[in-house]
């Protein structure tokens, strides 16, 4: 965990994310939390991630999300070297039938 994130107003946000239950309710909290291009962006770095862990080129990943070669490389190092947050995420969709393995 990096140091630098984990403060008491991080934990406040999370605890807030933790308490909303549907898909709907999400895109409420995030349409108010959020810009439109801050939630895009997160949602093209999911994107880009699952692309990544599919083994897909930089180039075709650029083309279908827009994302730079520099986004994909940041992502590529959070796949490699980072908390295995994404790895989490991905298990769970593959255990929900909600993204291919």
Do not use: P, W
Not at 10 to 38: G, Q, S, W
Not at 48 to 73: C, F, N, P, Q
């Amino acid at each position: 965990m990096n140091k630098k994130i984990k403060t008491k107003a991080v934990d406040h946000l999370l605890d807030a994310i933790l308490c909303l239950r549907t898909k709907e309710e999400c895109y409420n909290f995030f349409e108010d939390l959020c810009t439109v291009n801050e939630l895009l962006s997160l949602s093209q770095r999911f994107e880009v991630a699952t692309m990544l862990r599919d083994h897909r080129t930089y180039l075709d990943i650029a083309e279908k999300t827009g994302a730079s070669t520099a986004t994909i490389s940041r992502v590529n190092r959070s796949l490699q070297y980072g908390s295995d947050g994404y790895e989490l995420i991905f298990e769970r969709l593959e255990k929900k039938g909600l993204v291919e393995e």
